[in-house]
């Protein structure tokens, strides 16, 4: 199931017009208009904005469609055709050269110094862009919001 089709399966779910639905998870109307006619693909923000008003929804269910849908299943019913994608994933260790040593993964210089929680949050980090790389060799680019 496409995520469009997650997203669609939400609104009519919730029982929301696609204009409710966009003023409940606060993003323009077009928005729901482009990422409902397949002509745009949602961003991450707007799937955060999706799990923010609609917490019950199963994170995984909603980005990767697995079969869980709320982590409650009380709001929405088993879709009994929906198929389990985590079992196509491979570890991390598939994707390298099996003849590498994993020796080399682990940096060899691990610093003494361990940042604590202060300084880590003094360094304003902010994530800016974000690749999700897929078994059948396509990807999704997420950009965060400037």
């Known amino acids: 199931m496409e995520l469009k089709n997650r997203i669609l399966e939400i609104m009519e779910k919730s029982g929301l ?23 745009n693909k949602p961003s991450l923000e707007f799937l955060i904005k999706i799990k923010s008003s609609f917490p019950e929804i199963d994170t995984d269910w909603l980005v990767f469609g697995t079969e869980k849908k709320t982590k409650s299943h009380e709001i929405l019913e088993k879709d009994e055709n929906m198929e389990s994608t985590t079992d196509s994933y491979p570890t991390l260790f598939e994707l390298f050269n099996t003849d590498e040593k994993i020796e ?31 078994s059948d060799g396509t990807f999704e680019e997420f950009v965060s919001a400037k």
């Open 17 to 39: 017009t696609p204009s409710e639905f966009a003023d409940k998870i606060e993003v323009q109307r077009s928005a729901i208009s482009h990422i409902t006619s397949g002509r």
């Open 104 to 134: 080399k993964l682990v940096p060899e210089n691990i610093p003494e110094h361990v940042p604590t929680e202060v300084e880590i949050s003094s360094q304003e980090k902010k994530m800016v862009r974000a690749l999700l790389f897929f």
